[in-house]
Every structure is written in structure tokens, then in C-alpha cells.
């Protein structure tokens, strides 16, 4: 596990689940009751403020968390630092050794 991950902050990831709505549609959603309890290492990738009323601020930056981590998906949120973030791409799994490999996340805070 690389030294940032290892000393990384903790973050909530909500897990995805299946349910049929009231139509009988199977739809996908996150699941506060179970989250996995992580350590994560985080990048900014790129943010904008809003500036004047009306327009929308964007944070996005990119968690990367251990390669055991499972259920998470498009669907998926991030609890960290008191707010809430939804996942904006798919994971990315990066191959390697046991100490380097890991899934890269790219997640955006709401608003």
C-alpha cells in the first residue's frame, strides 16, 4: 500500500444496490445504511467558484483507495470532510504489485 494511502484520511464510500421502483423498473442506487470505511489519498483535478448568482461552483478531484474495495460504482457517494460527493467516471483499476495497486475515482462535491 503506497505511503499516501496508508496515512491517507478516512472517507465513507456508499455501496450500489438493485431495486425495482414502484413501476417494477430495476433501478440502481447508493445505500447509506452500509458504507465501506476507508482510507483514500485524494488529487485535485480541477474547480471552478461561482463568482456571480446563478452560476454553479465545480470541484472535482480524484480519491484513490485500495484494490479490495467492492459495490461501487457510477452510483455510488463519497462522504468526506462533512460533504457529500458523487462519483463523476468509472473507476479505474490500476494493476500491479500488491503494495501499488488501487482504483482511481474521479468524484465531484454537490452543491
Do not use: C
Not at 61 to 76: G, H, N, P
Amino acid at each position: 500500500m503506497s505511503r499516501q494511502r496508508r496515512r491517507g484520511q478516512y472517507v465513507s464510500v456508499w455501496r450500489t444496490e438493485l431495486f425495482a421502483d414502484r413501476r417494477g423498473n430495476e433501478q440502481i442506487r447508493s445505500v447509506p445504511a452500509t458504507p465501506h470505511s476507508v482510507r483514500a489519498a485524494f488529487i485535485p483535478q480541477r474547480s471552478s467558484k461561482a463568482e456571480v448568482p446563478g452560476q454553479q461552483q465545480i470541484n472535482v478531484t480524484r480519491m484513490i483507495v485500495d484494490a479490495t474495495l467492492e459495490d461501487v460504482s457510477l452510483w455510488s457517494t463519497v462522504e468526506w470532510n462533512g460533504h457529500l460527493w458523487d462519483v463523476v467516471a468509472p473507476a479505474q483499476f490500476h494493476y500491479g504489485t500488491r503494495h501499488t495497486r488501487h482504483w482511481s475515482i474521479d468524484i465531484r462535491e454537490r452543491p
